[in-house]
């Protein structure tokens, strides 16, 4: 019994292996979409950098909620690169759906959302380390190298976490389209949500108090604010905390995607071939 169980496993590790090469080699076969992604994030930034120069006063040593300029400014590479991390999942779901080509996915001997989820870590991280590359190129010219120490310990740590939250989110979105159909709307409010209350545009410990009261209750700051704040204020501490944070919102939102993808698939109609 257990031999056959750790062969399922095996073979679902070699599967997931494979879909990953794949969309690895996918990714690497668009240069043009990684430039103009590069091209995007680098006119963000310099904005952001623009802009928080100012509300500082261009004094570095200045601090505000616990944030130097310097701070401020990788907290904000750090974020838009888990951001940009994410491919489009909720809009490949719903052409899924659609098209008739979900009929497909669930008939492969892969398990449909643990194949988008080999799909999804594989081009998540490959546009991770790529965006923190671009990122690291206007920020360091800017307000210096990113001397964080132990931080990149705290950054990477969490990054694998919350990105696998935000896989979760994503999912949760997507599988609407096996009710809807149509799920942009929804996929608008949970990134707007994400901008917001997830800390990219703000660290939350700038946000009013009632808010960051509302906002620890909420899986969106453990997808963006827990690896970027912890790679710019490392607190060994506080790591094992997130991290035990961030496992726990993982198995619930797995949970709520296990039970929403057996209940859609109950319920789903193929239109197209």
């Known amino acids: 019994m257990i031999e056959e169980s750790g062969s399922r496993w095996a073979a679902a590790g070699r599967k997931a292996t494979a879909v990953g090469r794949i969309a690895f080699r996918h990714q690497l076969a668009y240069k043009t979409d990684f430039a103009m992604r590069g091209f995007f994030l680098l006119f963000i930034l310099f904005v952001f950098i623009q802009l928080w120069s100012a509300a500082y006063g261009g004094d570095y040593e200045l601090v505000i909620s616990g944030f130097t300029l310097k701070q401020i400014v990788w907290y904000l590479v750090f974020t838009e690169a888990l951001t940009m991390a994410a491919p489009p999942l909720c809009s490949r779901i719903e052409e899924e759906v659609k098209n008739g080509d979900v009929a497909i996915r669930l008939i492969r001997p892969q398990s449909y959302v643990g194949y988008h989820f080999s799909v999804f870590a594989s081009e998540a991280l490959t546009r991770f380390a790529v965006h923190l590359l671009v990122g690291s190129a206007i920020a360091w010219p800017f307000v210096g190298p990113p001397a964080?120490?132990?931080?990149?310990?705290?950054?990477?740590?969490?990054?694998?976490?919350?990105?696998?939250?935000?896989?979760?989110?994503?999912?949760?979105?997507?599988l609407c389209a096996f009710w809807v159909e149509e799920t942009s709307g929804l996929y608008f409010v949970l990134q707007k949500l994400q901008f917001?209350?997830?800390?990219?545009?703000?660290?939350?410990?700038?946000?009013?108090?009632?808010?960051?009261?509302?906002?620890?209750?909420?899986?969106?700051?453990?997808?963006?604010?827990?690896?970027?704040?912890?790679?710019?204020?490392?607190?060994?501490?506080?790591?094992?905390?997130?991290?035990a944070i961030q496992i726990g919102w993982i198995v619930l939102l797995a949970l709520a995607v296990s039970r929403m993808y057996r209940r859609g698939v109950t319920k789903l109609h193929v239109n197209g071939g």
């Open 148 to 174: 964080f120490g132990l931080g990149w310990l705290g950054l990477l740590a969490l990054s694998v976490g919350a990105l696998t939250v935000t896989f979760l989110l994503l999912m949760l979105v997507g």
């Open 196 to 243: 917001t209350i997830g800390g990219m545009l703000l660290p939350i410990d700038l946000m009013p108090e009632w808010l960051q009261r509302i906002c620890a209750w909420l899986p969106f700051q453990a997808a963006l604010y827990y690896p970027a704040k912890m790679a710019v204020h490392f607190d060994a501490a506080l790591l094992g905390r997130q991290l």
